[in-house]
């Protein structure tokens, strides 16, 4: 039984799509306990004949924005728990298993993310490295939503990706019409679609991913970790208040 289904999205093809599937093809779970759904607006050959072998749902979207390719995703998925991924990261081997045995163990649970490796063009290691950061549990019942909010907003360095967020389905189900309108930057209606759910949240400290820095963006020019996230926190802010 399908238990969790991984969304991976894609614009345009690029190398690092290889290294992204197989991490999530490779990890030590059941492969009959987790799904892949692939969605991308580009056809090449290579790539739909690997997704066949390894049964991976490909969708091949006419949009080209980020929020409606999820939705695309959500609604041909069969996993209870939706796991994100973006073209260019990664999954540790033991990701879903860990994650799989969180959620089962905590019904009130809704929403999970765990810290994640910062690596450069090449998969090494990046000079920006890790922030030591502590595990923040958000009970509902014990925390106003107010402080739940500046607790996520203020807690979001060290865990830099969409690819780190896994949640309930029926959190995204709920707002799902919203998806049309996001065009980049979905992690904060992620955030927000959970903050404003019956459920608890986790922020762990434990790394199940790696995060993939490329030298060709903007944020190149930065020189240190914390001019990366106040960097992209300025940059995007504006981009889901709808």
Known sequence: MIKISVIVTAYQYRPYIWDTLNSVINQDLERDKYEVILVSNFKNAELEEYCKRERIKLILSKNRWIGPKVKEALLQSSGDLIALLEDDDLFMPNKLSKVLSIFENDRKLGFYRHKMMIINEEGKPSKFGI????????????????????IMFKNREGYAAVSSMIMRKNILLHRIEYLNKIRIAPDSFYIVSSLLSKYNMYLDSEILGKYRFQKVSASSRLTNFNQFVNYYAEKYKYQCLD
């Open 131 to 150: 922030h030591n950061l502590n595990k923040i549990y958000l009970d509902k019942e014990k925390v106003k939503l107010s402080q739940a909010y500046l």
